[in-house]
Structure formats: structure tokens, C-alpha cells
């Protein structure tokens, strides 16, 4: 009876397993089919559409509306670019073609796709262009960068320098602290997330050339160290590192580490350094030999709580600048796997921490404790659906050693579980 019923459950499985792989190639069918449909109903084969508008009640119209639309404001931006007509012409229709992207997605063919953002690239990093109209451009350069799976480097090549000096001009300018100009509220983060959407579209000697300008900031026992720690954060590229490791990140990587070794005191740049080192792990999972600086790394994320640690009636805990909980969660999680020694230090580290995680233990660390187990959780939940289940388009995508493995998420959930718990 009982072995029945083992076949009757085997004989179960693979009927659903069966089921389940002819309706995904079912679905990949039909998702072909309809883009073959789109191309010939459109003329072009369309980058990205929101797929909700054919439910419309007028769904039948959207199409001639919106290709209609799309050629008048392609028309209209090159011309008013070439006429350099900021007002009302530039606004006007970078504004157009930011809401025809809000409501038909990027509906247009890659090679319009491509010459719109060098058409705005090469506008915002025009020299001394107003503030507000850099702030309004790359919001919709924003738009544009977003779907990265949808142009690769062969397609897309962005020089870094005229990005940098204008992020230079606008940012770190004395000229708003006499009244000169006025500085958008938002400008530095729309900034910022240009520069990590622009990122992954440097060239290959951009690392290099990068080093080379910010290297003579680079002075432990001066401010300048932190502008210049800040810029790697944000400008050195790292997605495309594992192509010529040489010529990206082996030229910073032990400098830099060698910097924070020698800097035991938290120094203000900390913060800038792990997340670039976090990036760096997440976009080269398994490349980058960890196991030297370990023992630094994670001495450095325990002293981010702040923990009341006495000698002699004497507080000798963290006072520096404390670390981002989720910049440590992310690092952490992106070395993990493989042969990393990284579970053995984690497994050290909440050794260390149990007794705070207790309620009878609250404190001001309390805080970064929860937030740190809170984030470590969801970023490692996040990697292993990235990679078993996310598709990959371009980048570098990990050998099966290097992913997580069943026994791996078997070990981090007995080390996360007797504080959970």
C-alpha cells in the first residue's frame, strides 16, 4: 500500500512538472508571436511597451496616437536643440517625451532609443548650462537609462569626464553659497542616479583615467580624501569589470583596501569605500578574492553598532562614522557562496551579537541591530531569486560554483535562526 502511494506521488510530481514546462514554453510561444505581431502592426520593433494600454477602451487608437506623437516630438527636440532654444522649446519637449514614456514606455525602435540619449547626453553636459535645465534633462536621461537590459555597451558608449566635470561645476560651485546661482533641491540625487544609470556605458579605460585624476586627493590625513573616496563611489564602473579585471578594479582594489586597513580610526570616507566595495561584489560575484581582508571588513561592520563595550569603567566602543546597515547587509550577501570564507565570519559575527538581540539587552544599537538583520534577510532572499529565476540579459552572470547552492542558504538560515528565533 505505502509503496502505491510513493508511485502514485512520483507519478503526481512529474504530470506537474510536466504541466508546468509546456505551459512556460506555452507562454514564450505567445510572447514571440505577439512581438512578431507588434513589429508588423507598428512598422519597428518597440523597445519596451506598457503592455496594460491594448485593455484600453480605445485601444485601437493608441497606436497611431502615440507613433504620431513620438515623430512630432523627435522633430521638435532635434530642432530646438539646434536652434539651442532653452525656453520654451528644450523644457517643452523634453517634458513631452518624458510623459509619452510615462504612458507608452519607451515605444520606439532602438536606433531612436540610442540617438535620443546621445542627443540629451551630449545637451546636459554642454558647457555651463543652467542648473535647472541640467536637473529637468536628466530626469528624463533617467527615464531613458532605466530598462539597462535593453541597450548594451556594443550599442552605447558614454564618455565619463563631461559628466564629471558638470556633476564638479554644480555641486561642489561656491558660486550658491554668494547668490550667484540657485541649485534645484533634487539635483543631487537626479545626479547621482545619472551617473549609476550612465555607469555600465563607460569605457574600458575609464577606471584608469579616473585613478588618474583623483589620485592626488588621495591624503588619509586630509578632507580631500573624502571627495576623492566619494567619486570612486560614484563614478568607478564595476559592471563590466569581470571582462578585463586588469584594467578595472585590480588597478583600485588592493590601494584602497590597503587606505582602510591602515585607517583604523572610522574615518569619514568609510562609508563611500564599503559601498563601493559592495557594488563591486554584487557585479562580480565569485571573481574577487576576499579572503585577505576579511578579518578587516568584518571587524569594521561590528563597530558600526556602536555596541557599550567597557575596559576599566572606560566606554571604548565605535565613536566614528557608522557604516550603512544595508551597504554591509549587501557586501556581506554578495560574497557568500562558493568557497568564500564569508559564512564562517557571519557566523562568528552573530555569535558576537546574540546576547545584544536579547530584549532584556535594549539600547540605542538596538535599532541597527533589527535594521541590519532586516535588510541581510531581504537582500539574500533577493540574490538567490535573482539567481535561479531573473533573466539574464547582458553583464557577467556567475558560474554554477559561485551560486548559491542549497547547502549555502541551509547555512545562513542556522546562523540567522537563534536570533530570529
Known sequence: MGGLMEEDGESSCSEILDHDFEDSCDTIQKSEDWKKARNLELGFEPQKEIVYNKVLPYATDVDKESTSWFAEIKANLG?????????????????????????????????????????????????????????????????????????????????????????ERILHSHLESLGLIKIPSSIDQTLKSLVKLCRPYFPLSATEEMLREWRPLMCPLDVTMGKAMSYFEIFLPTFSAFENPDQTYKLWFDELLGFWSACGNSPIWEPHLLSLLARLAEHNTGQVDWSLYMPVIFTRVQKMFSLPVHYNKTNVGNKGMSLDSSTAAYWIVNTLGGESLTQKYLSQLFQSLESYYHPANIGKYSIKLTEFMSKLSDIFIKRVHRERHKKHSWGFVPPSEHILSDSDITQFVNSVKPIVY
Request: aromatic residues 12%.
Open 79 to 167: 530642432k530646438s536643440i539646434a536652434l539651442r532654444e532653452l525656453r520654451p522649446g528644450i523644457v517643452t519637449w523634453t517634458s513631452r517625451l518624458n510623459k509619452f514614456i510615462r504612458l507608452y514606455g519607451l515605444k520606439f525602435p532602438k536606433a531612436d532609443h540610442i540617438s535620443l540619449i546621445n542627443l540629451l547626453y551630449s545637451f546636459i553636459t554642454s558647457p555651463d548650462l543652467e542648473p535647472f535645465m541640467v536637473n529637468h534633462t536628466a530626469g528624463t536621461l533617467n527615464s531613458l537609462l532605466r530598462k539597462r537590459n535593453l541597450l548594451d555597451r556594443q550599442n552605447l558608449t558614454l564618455e565619463w569626464r563631461p559628466l564629471y566635470e558638470m556633476y
